[in-house]
């Protein structure tokens, strides 16, 4: 269905340590865990992991360390048969996250950058080749990285798809004529001061998106509610569909990198927000980062 589509993913790389509580502790409290895993995970390397598992075929590029974790990760990438050619080795160590879920599937995440934040600019864009269709960001290596690669696609003619996780104000203007920016809704708030929580906020705050980088698109993904895409003109609603929540981590991963290979091959947004919504929901069902991307085949049958 996507195999045809090629696709670069511009992005962090970590190894998550899980931990689940009934009750995350508060500041001081010390309480005991239910259980914990460690598993291959990053904004980056999620979404590339999701759009290779969708069919597509999939360039990551970032960077780890030669270490324990970043051999592990690469050799995961290569599993899911995602192309490690972009991926430096030279970090200092590893990028890492620590992953506290709570009784209802909520997440608190802390992350060290690490090699994130080591990305050389130039070298990233030098990845970003004519042949490719699309180039996915987020927002968790430096900015300047983010803004010369997404550049870099612009100038080349690629699809340009901007997740914009973890929350930051982070400095859209020098991104212009974006295709899609697809923040949540704390990150729409950080980047607009507006939390959506009803379709008036909503409107305000994608207007607000719309004018600081003039996107084809605003796609917010608003949890439990779906998504909503504005075009400049009209916004529109699409609900989620309802499943279990075990897991909320990489929901929206997998969100991003299903909006971004449905809009490629259909050329509809609303097609692709649709297709989006019952990925995330997959996603929530499942516990773990990558672990939760699902295929293109359990997407079309998820009802
Ligand atoms: O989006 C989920 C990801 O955020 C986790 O895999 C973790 O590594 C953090 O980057």
């Known amino acids: 269905m996507y195999s045809d589509i090629k696709a670069a993913v511009m992005g962090s790389i970590n190894m998550d340590i899980i931990l689940s509580a009934e009750k995350l502790p508060d500041i001081g409290e010390n309480v005991l865990g239910s259980e914990y895993s460690y598993a291959c995970g990053g904004k980056g390397a999620n979404q590339a992991i999701g759009l290779s598992r969708l069919g597509a075929r999939t360039r990551m590029i970032g960077k780890v360390a030669d270490d324990v974790n970043g051999n592990r990760l690469i050799s995961n990438l290569s599993e899911n048969k995602v192309d490690i050619s972009g991926v430096s080795k030279k970090g200092s160590s590893t990028g890492l996250a620590a ?26 864009a030098s990845f970003i080749t004519d ?32 997740d914009c996780g973890p929350a930051k104000n982070f400095c859209l203007e020098k991104m212009q004529g974006i295709t899609i920016i697809t923040p949540n809704e704390n990150e729409t708030e950080a980047l607009t001061g507006i939390f959506p929580e009803d379709e008036e906020t909503a409107l305000k705050a994608s207007e607000i998106l719309f004018g600081r980088s003039k996107p084809k698109f605003v796609v917010l993904k608003l949890g439990a509610r779906g998504c909503s895409v504005f075009d400049g003109e009209n916004i529109h609603f699409l609900p989620s569909y309802p499943t279990e929540v075990r897991d909320t981590t990489a929901a929206g991963d997998s969100f991003t990198a299903a909006l971004a290979l449905e809009y490629k091959r ?26 939760s991307m699902p295929t293109a085949r359990e997407i079309i049958s998820f009802i």
């Open 266 to 291: 259909s050329g509809s947004i609303l097609k692709a927000c649709d297709f989006a919504n019952r990925a995330g929901s997959i996603a929530v069902s499942r516990v773990g980062a990558e672990n």
């Open 131 to 162: 042949e490719l269709d699309m180039l996915l960001v987020q927002f968790e290596t430096k900015e300047e990285v983010v803004i010369k690669c997404v550049n870099t696609a612009k100038e080349k003619g690629l699809i340009t798809v901007v």
């Open 99 to 124: 992953i506290l879920i709570d009784g209802k599937g909520r997440n608190r995440i802390i992350v060290y950058e690490s090699a994130n934040a080591e990305i050389v600019p130039e070298e990233a």
